[in-house]
């Protein structure tokens, strides 16, 4: 199956938050995204709120619920009790946790699956009892592809900043897929699915999921909205569709 496209609505609603007006609309341009034929959409909620809002969370739910019902809802970050909270209250499809600190500005590193394991396994037992999938953010070493299997997830998402760092030079982008794929077998032997994000653009998805053809998802927000500046959200989605291997 071709790899599925979640459009991240961060860096549309940082853009919003420059000013005390409603526009851009986080909703109206995930609207646009999904009728482009996203398969869902991405948000991290950060206790600060300095992009998405908490408050934005319900008004996506229904707009996926009402207008888009194939579509996915997925919330990332760090699982505090009030994160989980409001988890439990937008009922998305997949949650995301990621080991960010809240005053990161961007998440840069994966769970250490050994060393936080008992704090990860109640975690995911509990959003999977209300009806989520699980991905943990993951720095792609294979070695570590048996721990994160064993918090009882149903998917890690391959951090790709390093690969995403490599524009401009194809030995080390070279080097990072291969990085990447060698990380996508061992969670794949492990029963796990992949997921993928950070720094993703058009030029070096196709690459990455020639590498890894059972790449299930990709959240991609920075690079998409940069380029729908350009060429307007819908044309951009198609153009990471089409990057990410869909018929468009």
């Not at 699980?134 to 570590?144: G, I, N, T, W």
């Not at 991609?220 to 951009?236: F, N, P, Q």
Request: net charge negative; glycine share 8%.
């Amino acid at each position: 199956m071709p790899t599925e496209l979640s459009v991240n609505l961060n860096a549309v609603a940082m853009l919003r938050n420059r000013r005390d007006l409603p526009w851009p609309s986080v909703t109206g341009l995930g609207r646009i995204a999904l009728e482009a034929g996203a398969h869902g959409l991405t948000v991290h909620p950060r206790p600060d709120q300095r992009h998405i809002r908490f408050s934005d969370l319900p008004e996506i739910r229904r707009l996926i619920d009402t207008e888009f019902p194939g579509a996915e809802f997925n919330i990332e970050g760090y699982p505090t009790p009030e994160f989980l909270e409001l988890v439990r209250a937008a009922r998305p499809e997949q949650v995301t946790l990621v080991p960010d600190d809240p005053s990161q500005p961007t998440s840069d590193h994966g769970w250490d699956f050994v060393a936080e394991a008992a704090f990860l396994k109640p975690i995911v037992t509990a959003l999977k009892g209300e009806g989520a999938r699980v991905s943990l953010f993951a720095d792609p070493e294979p070695e570590a592809m048996t721990a994160a299997a064993a918090t009882g997830c149903d998917r890690v998402e391959l951090y790709t900043g390093p690969y995403g760092a490599t524009h401009g030079d194809a030995d080390a982008a070279a080097r990072e897929i291969e990085r990447l794929g060698r990380a996508a077998d061992a969670a794949l032997a492990t029963g796990l699915g992949i997921n993928a994000g950070h720094d993703l653009t058009v030029a070096n998805l196709p690459a990455l999921v020639a590498r890894i053809p059972h790449l299930a998802e990709v959240s991609i927000g920075h690079g998409l909205t940069a380029d729908a500046l350009e060429h307007g959200m819908a044309e951009t989605v198609r153009r990471f569709r089409r990057a990410c291997g869909q018929s468009v």
